[in-house]
């Protein structure tokens, strides 16, 4: 059975960057498929990326998925935040049945 564990995230000025990580555990870690999804205040859950599945165009061209198979983990790097980018952010394995408990990521202007 898959785990996802989320870390990282936090509070930024417009213009700033942060990480958000998703630690992958269970016995196909190796082999999970992630996406990225993420839900501001008042909004419906919308999907950000994935690594084989491209990006949204809100966030195409600042933000950059990937993973470290050595460590097991997938991570989303997110560049020249804008305070529309506030929402709480998930990690899920890409058929949506396992997801991370969520990250909230804050970018004040």
């Known amino acids: 059975q898959v785990q996802l564990v989320q870390s990282g995230g936090g509070s930024v000025q417009t213009g700033g960057s942060l990480r958000v990580n998703c630690l992958i555990s269970?016995?196909?870690?190796?082999?999970?498929?992630i996406e990225w999804f993420r839900q501001a205040p008042g909004k419906e859950r919308e999907w950000v990326g994935g690594?084989?599945?491209g990006y949204a165009d809100s966030v195409n061209g600042r933000f950059i998925v990937a993973r470290d198979n050595t460590k097991n983990m997938a991570y989303v790097r997110m560049n020249r935040l804008k305070p529309e980018d506030t929402a709480v952010y998930y990690c899920?394995?890409?058929?949506?049945?396992?997801w991370g408990q969520g990250t909230q990521v804050t970018v004040s202007s």
């Open positions: 690594v084989s599945t």
């Open positions: 899920a394995t890409c058929d949506r049945t396992v």
């Open positions: 269970g016995d196909t870690a190796g082999r999970t498929c």
